[in-house]
Nanobody, 124 residues
């Protein structure tokens, strides 16, 4: 199982930007896996945000974030990023990084490993 650690969350005003990072710890080579981001707001179900194939050629985005969020990876740093622009109060949630052999499985909410999450709060 891949060990993942998220960072970069915080408090930002509506319309602002944040970049989340997800690093694989130990001897894991994240480049062998598809990676993705999910979020969960209080009282709501977990929501798919974005996924990126191991090759970097295929991306998926949830409807709520299309055109505002961008997922990317730096295999040399064993790290995945989520650039979040034009943030809205409804983006407030705990954001989780996840990994799986297939990006399509991530889009379907299935994943092998996930991190502890990082809080993102967007004020109006």
């Amino acid at each position: 199982q891949v060990q993942l650690v998220e960072s970069g969350g915080g408090l930002v005003q509506a319309g602002g930007s944040l970049r989340l990072s997800c690093a694989a710890s130990g001897h894991t080579t994240l480049s062998n896996y598809a990676v993705g981001w999910f979020r969960q707001a209080p009282g709501k179900e977990r929501e798919f945000v974005a996924a990126l194939s191991w090759s970097g050629l295929t991306t998926f985005y949830g409807d709520a974030v299309k055109g505002r969020f961008t997922i990317s990876r730096d295999n040399a740093k064993n790290t995945v990023y989520l650039q979040m622009n034009s943030l809205k109060p409804e983006d407030t949630a705990v954001y989780y990084c996840a990994s799986d052999p297939a990006a399509s499985r991530l889009r379907g909410g299935i994943f092998e490993s996930w991190g502890q999450g990082t809080q993102v709060t967007v004020s109006s």
